[in-house]
């Protein structure tokens, strides 16, 4: 029964908020690897991938680019934790009308986040150059069938998917005692 | 096409509310380069040695480096300079972090600021939109706190900020310039907080173009990774808990003590426990893998970091332990402060109390404790109440101004300035000369390539200078193998590693390389990330400028020379040239001075220290030369 299952490749960044020391390295080199043709230019502000950094409050988060949101969402929460604010609107990695992240700085159409796969690099650019190891790379086989729910919620469990998964405060509680316990 | 550069500087005329965004002479890069270098020119050409350092005809210019910005790693330097109202001299300073990478995205190469506000403004620079705004809000306001605001009234999280806090804003002369984790000190606070500047807000999504883009993103792809992995580049003190070094040798309280065997197993113990129970993370800058600034959270306090010897200065020089430090530093950061002069300051104040030349009448509310009075006295310096007002202009001016044999306690300063309290026996004719003719106020940006200790045996040394790929020169070498006694050096050779000491310096300062990534660290263990043969490479693929090592050299040595030039059209001269006279308790005056003759020699400088014609003209900086010959400073001299 199982042999018959198709299966397929997951490929995820996984991300160490505490190992961040804030380099930008993968913002640097994201967007060059993206420039056309590929290296020729630096624009961190054209990256896939974007660091909120809030030093006053020793916020250190990488965030890919999802989709694209046609309209502004509805929930632009604040919460406070141990003393860390967050702004759900930081934290989500669409590009959407109201902001300008991970939208092109002229254009302004939406960038995502490709997985590096056209570039024929192996591992993605962001993890390659990120020697703090706060990203990580992982690539496994799952049964099709039952990654249906995976695939929409990109191939990374990141931020995105457990924000919605179990709300930015629950989110936020684990990373800060995480944190903690680093410490 | 500019390559690595934008070719652009933003001229911000503060008292007419001006602002223009002025296009650059490419032939300028050839010569300087970049970041220091080029301001310098700016320096020379348009502020003449008549304009007080609080006046309206100052400049203060903020220069990205030329590799900032680019595919090199560890190029990030945000170089600021101007004239320093203590030293009454140029001003070197500079901050690691984000800004000059993010001024360039901008669209500019430098900021220069001129004029004076009429009230409080912050500038606000997206991409060619810029705009001097109204700061009353921001008045008084934290440096941590300032940014943090600003990020959110601008809506961005992205923006780099610049800014000083209160200290700036009442010209306190130790005041530093803050961003990020990062700091700039050494003169630039007040000179900002004169020109009633709070806060520079930059925020740039422009493309940065290289000259050979693809080569040089995978040569410094490799570079980052070996530069992750060198333990001989970034700050060793954020690993290594081992203090002993500063804490058994340089000297604590107003640079006066001496602890030979204060270091122990248990401090260190306590104290790596302290910073890690306290410890949020370690942080790097633009484009570095390494962590350098440690980032704390001390109860009570804004969070703040720290780097290198900055973690030292606030607990010696008040005989307390690394708790005191960290319960300082919050406070001290938020008002904008540096923290290598400003608890010299205060020991100085602390031992004019003692002595009976200031009294407790000078102090009203005075606490008892020593920790108490520190935050006391930092508190009056801050706000310049009542004697806090001299105390603000640092240990020289203070001491004048108190009077009352107070001078007899300004023992630490060298052209002004305060210097890392360190004391010791005999004269090392190394430090003697960079502490003597350096320019940059602190020894840290002046010693760097050459290690400061000899090895004890042949074998060892071989070891080192097989693997040491940084000397410009096989001599250099030659010197180490022969090296025996920490003090005891040919003067030529003393000359000639004084020289490659600074030149890294000077390239590092045009270009925006860090100095844990270069010039500073050779000193310790010989293996920098870059060094005289590999960077004229980088300089190629990301600007496109052709220089050899010789070439490169040449630019170290007429950037060099011009600050020296600057230096000396507002009056220094060789007698100003002395480190602080108990820097070393036995003295050897006509060694010194005839080592000092040498070194004046080598660089092509007269024997009051001023560059020759022959030297100017050489290294095509005529201009100076007849500037000078204007000027009679040669006839005056002989
Ligand atoms: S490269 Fe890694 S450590 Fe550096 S900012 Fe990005 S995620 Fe953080
Ligand atoms: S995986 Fe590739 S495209 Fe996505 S953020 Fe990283 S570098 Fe950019
Ligand atoms: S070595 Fe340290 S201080 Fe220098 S750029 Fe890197 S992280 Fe910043």
Redesign the pocket.
Known sequence: MKENKKMKTIKEIRVDVNKCNGCLSCEMSCSAAHAMPPYTSVNPARSRISVVMDETKDVYIPIRAGDYAEAECAGRNQYTIDGKEYDTCLLCPASCPSRSRFTEPDSGLPLKCDMCESLDIGEPMCVQVCHPGALSYHEYQVEAEDSVTLERGEKEIGLEYLVKRYGLEEVVKTVATMAKKSA | MRYAETGFNLEIDLTRGNIERVATDPELTKLYLGGQGTADKILWDRVGPEVEPFSEENLLIFSSGLLNGTFVP?A?RTIVNTFSPQTNLHAHSMM?GYFGVEMKHAGYDKIILSGKAPKLVYIYIHNDNVEIRDASHLAGMGTTEVQDHLKKELGDDKVQIAAIGLAGENRVYTASIEHSHCSASRGVGPVMGDKRVKAIAVRGTKDLQMAEPEKLFHICKDLRKDLADNPG???WMAVDEDDGFHHDNFSWGNARVRQKNYWSDELQQRWTDIKYDHMDRQT??YN?P????NVISWPGRKRFSY?CFGKDTYNMASFQELDFSYEILGVAQEYGLDSYSTPQVIAFALELLEEGILTLDDFPGMPEDIRGRFFHILDMIVNREGIGDKLANGVYWAARQIGNGAEKFDHNTTKKFEQVPIKLGKVNPMFFLMIATGEKMNITQIEGSFPQDPLPTLEERQAFVDAWEAVPDEKFKKYFMEWERRNEMPSGAVCDIVDWNEAMHYIDDAIGL?A??SSFRGQFGGKTQYNIHNIPDLIRMASGLDLSKEDLWNVFRRNRNLVRAINVRRGMRRADERPPEDHWAVRDEEFEQSLLSAYYEFKGWTQDGIPTPATLDELALSDVREDFEKRGIYSAAQ
């Open positions: 560890g990030n690691g580049a970034g700050d790097g800058c570095c390494k962590k350098c600034h780097k860090c844990f990534v």
